[in-house]
């Protein structure tokens, strides 16, 4: 079972910390897309940018399981 984390005795659920580190990836996954020049290929950026940020927040859970 997935627990609580606990900073100076603040509990955050799981899921804040999933949300964390896939916005840490996203952000840099985002950055090296963008010096690429992968943009260019996208035809809506916003919402390739947010599908991405799903997709990686799926894969975050998924592998804790």
């Known amino acids: 079972?997935?627990?609580e984390i606990s900073l100076d005795g603040i509990f955050f659920?799981?899921?804040l910390?999933?949300?964390a580190g896939?916005?840490?990836a996203w952000y840099v996954l985002r950055f090296l897309l963008?010096?690429?020049g992968f943009?260019?290929?996208v035809?809506?950026?916003p919402l390739f940018n947010t599908a991405l940020y799903v997709v990686l927040?799926?894969?975050f859970v998924v592998a804790t399981l």
């Open 1 to 3: 079972m997935i627990r």
């Open 13 to 15: 659920p799981p899921l």
């Open 17 to 19: 910390g999933y949300l």
């Open 22 to 24: 896939a916005a840490l």
């Open 34 to 36: 963008g010096r690429i």
């Open 39 to 41: 943009y260019r290929l």
């Open 43 to 45: 035809w809506h950026p």
């Open 57 to 59: 927040l799926s894969i």
